[in-house]
């Protein structure tokens, strides 16, 4: 299947049954072909031409030791990502002349694919390590296992994994008038113009359905009658997994909640075809590396069928 989002697509093999195994660990952090990526504050480390960076390994733990996780193999060589700490740039001491660091929802304009995904998902994982050093069942410090995918507590033997906060990102869609309407909506801090689908986190006890339901409710007043599954995308900031969707609703009467968003536009297809290509003459579009984009695209292009 070929990844429609950006951050999807990662084309290794995440060796997620072989990775618990610390001998068969070791024998990949030994391999000569090991390399690295190279994240600082969450920027990957990019070449003049805007590609990832890489490293061998063993040079990697000299800029940064214990601070490795295991991504997955490469056909048979081992790929890892090392993050650097501290408030100096590497890319003015020991990195320099190899690139330059770059915020990440920049990078990904410009990576290839298969680069995103491994920077976005070293950058979830890094994460997560930061935030979650402490068991949460007793309060000791955990250690990293299984290359940096699972932690374990050494005094009750809790294991910790990495957490996914999924989101439901939703077009809704009014089909009941003349022709066929989107609503796009407007958060507060945005740039100028800037629209966007609606979206919000599932709580505990709510299927996708309900929570795309509940969040059209509560942020534009309408209500939905169908939601279609059109794509998902990880999202690495910091680990959150978009589940995209199209939602008809019954009503044109939308109404901004005034917390969410400040404002709600209704486009036609000609308007929404019209915000994608840069030529609506007040609104803006989501960057195509988000996936809102990527739904006001396949609604204009008659998703769902």
């Not at 890319?91 to 920049?106: H, I, N």
């Not at 390590?129 to 296992?145: D, I, N």
């Not at 294991?159 to 909506?185: A, K, Y």
Request: hydrophobic share 45%; charged share 20%.
């Amino acid at each position: 299947m070929t990844p429609i989002n950006t951050f999807a697509g990662s084309p290794l093999d995440r060796a997620g049954d072989l990775r618990q195994d610390p001998a068969w660990l070791a024998e990949q952090e030994a391999n000569p072909q090991a390399r690295a990526l190279v994240l600082w504050e969450g920027r990957p480390l990019l070449s003049d031409d805007g590609a990832l960076v890489w490293l061998s390994l063993a040079h990697a733990r000299d800029i940064a030791p214990d601070r490795d996780l295991f991504l997955g193999l490469d056909g048979e060589a081992p790929v890892f990502a090392v993050e650097i700490e501290g408030s100096a740039d590497p890319a003015q001491g020991p990195l320099k002349g190899m690139g330059v660091f770059s915020d990440l929802r920049s990078a990904a304009a410009i990576l290839p694919d298969g680069e995103a995904a491994m920077a976005g998902a070293a950058k979830s994982l890094f994460d997560w390590r930061r935030r979650h050093g402490f068991c949460a069942a007793c309060g000791t410090e955990s250690r990293t296992a299984a290359g940096g995918w699972k932690r374990k507590c050494p005094a009750c033997g809790t294991e910790h994994f990495p957490r996914v906060d999924p989101v439901v990102i939703m077009l809704p869609v009014f089909n009941g008038g003349p022709e066929p309407l989107c609503l796009l909506g407007r958060q507060a801090s945005w740039p100028q113009g800037r629209m966007s689908a609606l979206a919000g986190f599932l709580e505990p006890g709510e299927s996708i359905e309900e929570a795309c339901a509940r969040e059209v409710a509560e942020e534009a007043g309408l209500r939905v009658t169908r939601a279609r599954y059109h794509s998902s995308q990880p999202w690495p900031f910091p680990s959150q997994l978009m589940i995209g969707l199209i939602a008809e609703v019954d009503s044109e009467e939308a109404r901004p909640d005034q917390t969410e968003l400040e404002a709600v536009a209704w486009l036609t297809r000609a308007d929404a075809r019209a915000l994608l290509s840069g030529a609506h003459p007040v609104l803006a579009a989501p960057p195509p590396t988000a996936i809102a984009h990527q739904l006001i695209r396949a609604w204009v292009d008659g998703f769902p069928a």
